[in-house]
């Protein structure tokens, strides 16, 4: 035999004892003799104690009996099966008094050697059972699921099933002040045919306590992308509760979520600490929907598709989609109300009762002798993301089922600027339109408001006003103004701008005043009319605002049995009404008309009287020029001869002209000649 011939057999025969003799030492070894150095060697990459404390064996078995969809040559490659139990990690000396962070009952997985060729760690599938896992985290923000920093490591990781048996987790966080408790059990496959495993969650979430329940299918395939995983959950959160129901497929990525989801609670408000997402304060709240979600390794995507419920008595419906991977997370989508209540709208600007505040879990409360909201709009919350929404209102009741009809606003959030542009209602077959600016990017929001009313009908407006007995007139009007201030108060407190209005012909009345909600206007005109209805030939007036102190520039209110102007101050800072009426009347019809009037004290406890000190002085011309001379001031169009009468036609030109922003000084007109 040639002795090349000779070498290679030798060589093959070397090669194969060696195989069989590293088969036999894998066969027979004890593996427990090598825990120590796998110990020492995992506690040195993670930093900190790592044991296993019980029995480590290891089986081998052929790849067929672990994937039977495995074929090849590689079938006929033995894989390992690595079973271990009682398994502990413990917690970084910051967190050692807390005990353990994670002890585990048995750990038992298979091994497909073919990979590691490739730097690939393959668990075609990993059983735990028992697991007691704790994560914490302290109010300076260390915790313990943070390991020793190394070097990226050259292998990857690749898990095909996992299988959960039993166990416990905890969280408890200082930072997001979450502390919950969760116990999972194993459920009867004879009884459950889609889920195989159970849980109960117990715990507290911003000091509100938690509760909840739900159930997984057992067996989580994270590869796989045709096998769906099923969910089922109901978790209660302070007064907001969360349930769910349907799949997720490929959990590795979230590729593929769709699951019902119903959401109801105190406030949308509330769902910020829970989801990140910067929804209003409203109502109590119930919403149903198709909620699908994506996720890939560069942005995310969840649509709540076709939802439908209830805000406080109104309903809503539409669809919304939340979408990350730019600079900000978007939001975008369009709500449709076919009823929405007006007062429904009111925590929106915290311009509801402190009773409702505390109901939704508001901290804010308002003031008892303040009526403009102090409500703090929060706008560091505004930078999370970015949005754009649009509402359509159907209809729109207020208190007495008093139609004001399709409300339209288009609301976009950018860079911390919040504009609301359209905001349109149609009222009593007009239209009230508006355009708001809202830049939360300085410490005190920067506001500007323009807004115009439009040939608003009265008997439309209040349709219980008798008709057959009167006419009614329209309402027009414009209004400019800018300010600064996180809440309603501040913002009113510090405006600057004009005001304009005009009422043409119909009626007013005490019960019309009353039905519109003008507590004030109501008590000013019985004490002028008493209960009676009286024909209206004009009312107009131009407000410039200064500083949030707004003049009266320009008043009247011109009726058949008089003509009536107002002269004074309302200050939006401080809520004070300083304002004189003077009443004149048209020949002697009604004599209790030649007493002015004041209306001072505050916007929640205004005062109407007659000015005293005018009565005292009612001495012929005296008397007369004291009068005379605010209204001639004040209103030069009014036209004295003859019988007394505002001239309507000229007013209107004169309000129809557009308000200025900014600060506006109030200008003394001279008497037209």
Same mark, same amino acid.
Request: net charge positive; proline share 5%; charged share 20%.
């Given at each position: 035999?040639?002795?090349?011939?000779?070498?290679?057999?030798?060589?093959?025969?070397? +090669?194969?004892?060696?195989? =069989?003799?590293?088969?036999?030492?894998?066969?027979?070894?004890?593996?427990?003799?090598?825990?120590?150095?796998?110990?020492?060697?995992?506690?040195?990459?993670?930093?900190?104690?790592?044991?296993?404390?019980?029995?480590?064996? &290891?089986?081998?078995?052929?790849?067929?009996?672990?994937?039977?969809?495995?074929?090849?040559?590689?079938?006929?490659?033995?894989?390992?099966? &690595?079973?271990?139990?009682?398994?502990?990690? =413990?917690?970084?000396?910051?967190?050692?008094?807390?005990?353990?962070?994670?002890?585990?009952?048995?750990?038992?997985?298979?091994?497909?050697?073919?990979?590691?060729?490739?730097?690939?760690?393959?668990?075609?599938?990993?059983?735990?059972?028992?697991?007691?896992?704790?994560?914490?985290?302290?109010?300076?923000?260390?915790?313990?699921?943070?390991?020793?920093?190394?070097?990226?490591?050259?292998?990857?990781?690749?898990?095909?099933? &996992?299988?959960?048996?039993?166990? @416990?987790?905890?969280?408890?966080?200082?930072?997001?002040?979450?502390?919950?408790?969760?116990?999972?059990?194993? &459920?009867?496959?004879?009884?459950?045919?889609?889920?195989?495993?159970?849980?109960?969650?117990?715990?507290?979430?911003?000091?509100?306590?938690?509760?909840?329940? *739900?159930?997984?299918?057992?067996?989580?395939?994270?590869?796989?992308?045709?096998?769906?995983?099923? +969910?089922?959950?109901?978790?209660?959160?302070?007064?907001?509760?969360?349930?769910?129901? *349907?799949?997720?497929?490929?959990?590795?990525?979230? /590729?593929?979520?769709?699951?019902?989801?119903?959401?109801?609670?105190?406030?949308?408000?509330?769902?910020?600490?829970?989801?990140?997402?910067?929804?209003?304060?409203?109502?109590?709240?119930?919403?149903?929907?198709?909620?699908?979600?994506?996720?890939?390794?560069?942005?995310?995507?969840?649509?709540?598709?076709?939802?439908?419920?209830?805000?406080?008595?109104?309903?809503?419906?539409?669809?919304?989609?939340?979408?990350?991977?730019?600079?900000?997370?978007?939001?975008?989508?369009?709500?449709?109300?076919?009823?929405?209540?007006?007062?429904?709208?009111?925590?929106?600007?915290?311009?509801?009762?402190?009773?409702?505040? /505390?109901?939704?879990?508001?901290?804010?409360?308002?003031?008892?002798?303040?009526?403009?909201?102090?409500?703090?709009?929060?706008?560091?919350?505004?930078?999370?993301?970015?949005?754009?929404?649009?509402?359509?209102?159907?209809?729109?009741?207020?208190?007495?089922?008093?139609?004001?009809?399709?409300?339209?606003?288009?609301?976009?959030?950018?860079?911390?600027?919040?504009?609301?542009?359209?905001?349109?209602?149609?009222?009593?077959?007009?239209?009230?339109?508006?355009?708001?600016?809202?830049?939360?990017?300085?410490?005190?929001?920067?506001?500007?408001?323009?807004?115009?009313?439009?040939?608003?009908?009265?008997?439309? +407006?209040?349709?219980?006003?008798?008709?057959?007995?009167?006419?009614?007139?329209?309402?027009?009007?414009?209004?400019?103004?800018?300010?600064?201030?996180?809440?309603?108060?501040?913002?009113?407190?510090?405006?600057?701008?004009?005001?304009?209005?005009?009422?043409?012909?119909?009626?007013?009345?005490?019960?019309?005043?009353?039905?519109?909600?003008?507590?004030?206007?109501?008590?000013?005109?019985?004490?002028?009319?008493?209960?009676?209805?009286?024909?209206?030939?004009?009312? =107009?007036?131009?407000?410039?605002?200064?500083?949030?102190?707004?003049?009266?520039?320009?008043?009247?209110?011109? @009726?058949?049995?008089?003509?009536?102007?107002?002269?004074?101050?309302?200050?939006?800072?401080?809520?004070?009404?300083?304002?004189?009426?003077?009443?004149?009347?048209?020949?002697?019809?009604?004599?209790?008309?030649?007493?002015?009037?004041?209306?001072?004290?505050?916007?929640?406890?205004?005062?109407?009287?007659?000015?005293?000190?005018?009565?005292?002085?009612?001495?012929?011309?005296?008397?007369?020029?004291? +009068?005379?001379?605010?209204?001639?001031?004040?209103?030069?169009?009014?036209?004295?001869?003859?019988?007394?009468?505002?001239?309507? =036609?000229?007013?209107?030109?004169?309000?129809?002209?557009?308000?200025?922003?900014?600060?506006?000084?109030?200008?003394?007109?001279?008497?037209?000649?």
């Amino acid at each position: 035999m040639p002795r090349i011939r000779k070498i290679i057999l030798w060589l093959l025969a070397s +090669l194969l004892i060696a195989i =069989a003799a590293a088969v036999v030492f894998f066969l027979t070894f004890d593996w427990n003799r090598a825990k120590p150095w796998i110990n020492q060697r995992v506690s040195e990459s993670l930093g900190r104690e790592f044991a296993i404390n019980g029995d480590l064996s &290891l089986q081998w078995q052929r790849a067929a009996q672990t994937v039977p969809a495995q074929s090849g040559w590689s079938n006929w490659v033995p894989w390992p099966r &690595l079973q271990a139990q009682d398994i502990t990690l =413990a917690n970084p000396e910051a967190f050692s008094r807390e005990g353990k962070m994670a002890t585990v009952g048995q750990v038992v997985f298979t091994l497909n050697p073919v990979p590691l060729l490739a730097h690939d760690i393959s668990l075609p599938t990993l059983e735990i059972s028992n697991p007691d896992i704790s994560l914490l985290r302290d109010k300076d923000n260390a915790n313990n699921w943070t390991f020793k920093s190394s070097e990226p490591s050259a292998w990857n990781l690749k898990l095909g099933r &996992l299988i959960l048996r039993q166990g @416990t987790f905890r969280l408890n966080d200082a930072v997001k002040k979450i502390d919950i408790k969760a116990e999972i059990d194993t &459920l009867d496959p004879d009884k459950e045919k889609v889920y195989g495993l159970g849980w109960n969650l117990k715990g507290s979430f911003n000091g509100a306590p938690v509760s909840g329940s *739900g159930r997984a299918g057992g067996v989580l395939s994270l590869q796989d992308q045709r096998q769906p995983y099923p +969910l089922q959950a109901s978790v209660k959160v302070g007064k907001t509760a969360i349930a769910i129901r *349907g799949t997720l497929t490929k959990p590795s990525q979230l /590729a593929a979520l769709d699951l019902r989801l119903s959401v109801s609670g105190a406030s949308m408000g509330n769902l910020y600490p829970l989801t990140g997402i910067l929804l209003p304060e409203t109502p109590p709240f119930a919403t149903e929907g198709h909620l699908f979600g994506k996720i890939d390794a560069r942005h995310s995507e969840w649509r709540y598709e076709d939802f439908s419920g209830k805000v406080g008595g109104s309903d809503v419906g539409g669809s919304l989609s939340y979408t990350t991977g730019g600079p900000r997370p978007q939001l975008t989508g369009a709500i449709t109300s076919n009823l929405l209540r007006f007062e429904d709208l009111a925590p929106l600007i915290g311009a509801d009762s402190n009773q409702e505040k /505390a109901q939704r879990g508001a901290e804010e409360r308002q003031p008892a002798g303040k009526v403009l909201p102090v409500k703090q709009f929060s706008t560091d919350a505004w930078g999370t993301l970015d949005a754009d929404v649009k509402l359509t209102g159907k209809r729109i009741v207020k208190q007495k089922d008093l139609p004001i009809s399709d409300l339209q606003a288009h609301l976009v959030l950018k860079d911390k600027v919040l504009a609301l542009d359209p905001l349109g209602f149609g009222v009593a077959g007009g239209n009230l339109n508006a355009a708001i600016r809202l830049d939360g990017r300085e410490p005190q929001m920067k506001s500007d408001m323009r807004l115009s009313a439009r040939r608003i009908k009265i008997q439309k +407006l209040y349709p219980e006003l008798d008709a057959s007995k009167t006419s009614f007139g329209e309402i027009n009007g414009d209004a400019r103004l800018t300010a600064s201030g996180n809440s309603v108060a501040a913002m009113l407190g510090s405006a600057n701008g004009e005001v304009k209005t005009l009422v043409n012909q119909g009626a007013i009345s005490k019960f019309l005043l009353e039905a519109a909600g003008l507590n004030v206007g109501n008590i000013v005109i019985s004490k002028l009319f008493g209960d009676r209805e009286v024909k209206l030939n004009c009312l =107009a007036g131009d407000f410039p605002v200064d500083n949030g102190v707004m003049n009266l520039r320009t008043f009247v209110l011109d @009726t058949d049995d008089a003509l009536i102007s107002a002269d004074g101050t309302v200050d939006m800072k401080q809520e004070k009404l300083d304002v004189t009426i003077h009443p004149k009347s048209k020949g002697l019809r009604i004599i209790s008309l030649r007493s002015p009037l004041y209306v001072s004290g505050t916007f929640k406890n205004p005062d109407v009287g007659v000015n005293k000190a005018v009565l005292a002085l009612r001495a012929g011309g005296v008397v007369a020029l004291g +009068l005379l001379a605010p209204v001639t001031a004040i209103l030069p169009l009014i036209n004295v001869d003859g019988e007394q009468k505002a001239d309507c =036609a000229n007013l209107l030109e004169e309000v129809k002209k557009q308000p200025q922003a900014g600060k506006t000084a109030v200008k003394k007109v001279s008497p037209k000649k």
